[in-house]
């Protein structure tokens, strides 16, 4: 899968990564679904500290979730309060709290650093837009073409 390689190569993020896209082509359906997991498949997707996606859709729901560190004044990766946490992949982490509410962006250290959405998600479903396209005109064709098969059997024609 695509999007499972571009994951790998990036190490640069850290966490955890799984994506799982299930299709099932039924008789009269065309069924996708994409599932991504992980705090390195979320910072990907959407970004992580100031320069997140300030559009995405999950953003509020992680602001007022317990992952949020309550004392970020703005975007920035901020230092937590001294104490114990769970982090996005819920690992257990410490902070000794001595930059607890203070950017920690400018330290210039891997795991404070701001990271730019990549979408990469976003631009897989793009590429494989064609590919869904068929499948649906595929299923369309089927199926008026065994409605028309099917309803030509029950007509009568009396002469």
Do not use: C
């Amino acid at each position: 899968m695509r999007v499972q390689r571009r994951y790998g190569y990036i190490n640069n993020i850290p966490g955890n990564a799984d994506i799982e896209f299930t299709t099932v082509i039924a008789f009269d359906k065309v069924i996708s679904k994409i599932s991504a997991s992980g705090m390195k498949a979320h910072i990907l997707e959407y970004g992580k500290g100031s320069l997140m996606d300030k559009d995405n859709p999950y953003l509020s729901e992680y602001m007022n979730s317990s992952l949020w560190n309550p004392n970020r004044r703005d975007y920035d990766v901020s230092g937590r309060s001294k104490g114990w946490y769970r982090n996005a992949d819920g690992e257990l982490m410490y902070s000794d709290g001595r930059a607890k509410g203070r950017s920690l962006e400018h330290m210039r250290k891997p795991e404070f650093m701001p990271h730019e959405a990549m979408h990469i998600i976003e631009t897989e479903i793009e590429a494989i837009l064609p590919e869904i396209k068929e499948a649906i005109a595929a299923v369309v064709a089927m199926v008026i073409a065994d409605m028309v098969t099917n309803d030509m059997k029950s007509i009568k024609i009396y002469i």
